[in-house]
């Protein structure tokens, strides 16, 4: 299939004017600073980001506090923010087809801000329970199904074809800075503010994302003018991808780090009490190390001009993930630990980057919402997949439960790579 051009943004050519600057921009790996939109998105995904990676921990450790460290609650409360992702995301695909991309993400991030002030209001007075959590958990995941669509597509509406895989690396190394600063920022503060602290400073951080967001030129109309009912743009979504091998392939594709090599997400706080019996402080190093990995990652893959084999490129790093991850489940110590979780988090970050990039690249811009909204509900199964991990680890230990976890990637990943040769020629 031929490469679609992605429709030209009005400030390309103001913002080629300014290639004269000093600084990070002069670097190759940050081409796509250039654009004055990009800098924008780029802020406001990684405030946004920032806010949900210090959520995660901040949430993890009340979780672990209300029902005496069981992994298994701990993978419900994933779960409830990961099944909207599974669904709502192919409604927020359509609508980021239909309406103003920039506004739908601006809109979510603020019922965010709001879910999580009440969620710390509720820690502060001593009201909250644990299907409190489920229950703001499912409605945080509504709000990103809907948004994540709109944010990813606002790439391809403000860089031009060929700068796609760098702006998708440079966001996807401010969400991966999020994930060494986040965990450790909110493990530090939850010792002096506590949880509900931190919630309020969270929902603050959202406001400031919604804040960037709103600088943003690009993406403020919809793409034309909605003609048909939401659910029969989202079975044209479905057509679409059915009727291209190549974009069937990286959805595909997408779905089996989904189910078997992010388990350690949801299931690390367990490990860590449970093999290296850290406090907060101690998880936020050990995300941190993972952040730094996946920081490093993409900003590898962003000093890449020209990727060949991209296929090939997918299947070699996923198997790399799941040995990874094989390895890491096996250590004992801090020491033997870090290196490996560092490497999980660099394999993992360059595989959902690349295929990002490639799912863009090849659907046409009036079913790029709907295409990458299908990548997002693979975001929802990542979690989903901890349940029956953080099961296997309530029963078996929670080594044993990763152990397993990367030996199944590792399977289902060549099972793929043999039984599907169409990925293996893009280039």
Aim: net charge positive; charged share 10%.
């Amino acid at each position: 299939m031929d490469l679609q051009k992605c429709s030209s943004p009005p400030n390309w050519d103001g913002d080629q004017k300014q290639r004269k600057h000093s600084g990070l921009k002069s670097l190759p790996a940050f081409r796509s600073f250039h654009f004055r939109d990009f800098r924008w998105l780029w802020w406001g995904t990684f405030m946004s980001f920032l806010a949900m990676m210090m959520h995660q921990i901040t949430r993890g450790w009340l979780v672990l506090r209300l029902t005496d460290d069981s992994p298994f609650a701990l993978s419900l409360v994933i779960m409830a923010f990961a099944l909207p992702l599974t669904s709502v995301s192919l409604v927020g695909g359509a609508f980021a087809d239909r309406f103003s991309r920039k506004n739908i993400v601006m809109v979510s991030q603020s019922g965010n801000a709001l879910l999580t002030a009440l969620l710390a209001t509720l820690d502060l007075t001593g009201l909250i329970t644990f299907w409190h959590l489920i229950v703001i958990g499912i409605l945080n995941g509504t709000l990103a199904a809907l948004n994540m669509p709109s944010r990813q597509s606002l790439i391809s509406d403000i860089v031009p074809e060929q700068s796609v895989m760098n702006a998708v690396s440079l966001s996807s190394s401010g969400m991966n800075l999020t994930r060494v600063l986040g965990p450790a920022l909110a493990g530090v503060l939850i010792t002096f503010l506590g949880t509900s602290g931190v919630f309020y400073l969270i929902a603050l951080i959202y406001t400031l994302s919604v804040l960037f967001m709103s600088m943003i030129q690009a993406g403020g109309k919809p793409s034309g003018p909605p003609r048909k009912g939401v659910s029969t743009e989202i079975r044209e979504g479905f057509r679409y991808a059915l009727g291209d091998s190549t974009l069937l392939g990286l959805v595909i594709m997408g779905f089996v780090p989904a189910l078997f090599g992010f388990s350690y997400l949801s299931l690390l706080p367990a490990w860590a009490r449970e093999v290296l019996d850290v406090q907060s402080d101690g998880l936020g190093l050990l995300m941190t190390v993972m952040g730094l990995g996946s920081l490093a990652g993409t900003l590898m893959l962003a000093s890449i001009r020209h990727l060949r084999r991209r296929g090939v490129f997918l299947f070699v790093d996923s198997l790399l993930w799941g040995i990874c991850l094989f390895i890491f489940s096996c250590t004992t110590s801090y020491v033997s630990a870090l290196p490996f979780l560092f490497f999980v988090g660099f394999t993992s970050s360059i595989f959902m980057a690349v295929n990002m990039t490639l799912m863009q690249s090849y659907s046409s811009p009036e079913m790029r919402g709907r295409i990458v909204s299908m990548a997002m509900m693979s975001f929802g199964i990542m979690p989903l997949s901890a349940v029956p991990f953080g099961a296997i680890a309530e029963k078996t230990g929670t080594p044993d439960s990763l152990a397993l976890s990367g030996l199944l990637l590792c399977v289902f990943t060549a099972v793929f790579f043999l039984l599907y040769p169409k990925l293996r020629k893009v280039s």
